[in-house]
Nanobody
Framework: QEQLVESGGGLVQAGGSLRLSCAAS????????MGWFRQAPGKQRELVAG???????NYADAVKGRFTISRDNTKNTVYLQMNSLKPEDTAVYYC???????????WGQGTQVTVSS
C-alpha cells in the first residue's frame, strides 16, 4: 500500500506564491503518474496538474501560466509551484497517484490553501 503526504499549504494574499510538496512511500514502484487536485467548498474535486514518470505534464486551463508541477523520482516527491495566486484558488489541495496507468485512485490527506484579498 502506498502513502501520500502533502505539505506546504497556508494563508497568503492575492498575488503571492506557495509551493506544495507530496512525498510518496510504501509500494510506489507501480506509480505511473502523479497529480494535484483541489476541492473548494460547494464544488467538485478537480484536476489541477499532472505529470508522468517520463516528465509529460498537463494543466487545468484556470492555472496555466501560473502553476508548475514537477517531480523528483529519486526522492519520490512531486511539487506544485503556485504563483500569482487568486482568491479563486482557495481550496484543499490533494496529491494523487496513478497506479498501473488506471487513473488517479490513491490520495493524500490534503493541505489547505487560502488566498485572501
Amino acid at each position: 500500500q502506498e502513502q501520500l503526504v502533502e505539505s506546504g499549504g497556508g494563508l497568503v494574499q492575492a498575488g503571492g506564491s506557495l509551493r506544495l510538496s507530496c512525498a510518496a512511500s510504501g509500494t510506489i514502484f507501480n506509480i505511473n503518474a502523479m497529480g494535484w487536485f483541489r476541492q473548494a467548498p460547494g464544488k467538485q474535486r478537480e484536476l489541477v496538474a499532472g505529470i508522468t514518470r517520463d516528465g509529460n505534464t498537463n494543466y487545468a486551463d484556470a492555472v496555466k501560466g501560473r502553476f508548475t508541477i514537477s517531480r523528483d523520482n529519486t526522492k519520490n516527491t512531486v511539487y506544485l509551484q503556485m504563483n500569482s495566486l487568486k482568491p479563486e484558488d482557495t481550496a484543499v489541495y490533494y496529491c494523487a497517484a496513478d497506479k498501473y496507468g488506471l487513473g488517479y485512485r490513491s490520495w493524500g490527506q490534503g493541505t489547505q490553501v487560502t488566498v485572501s484579498s
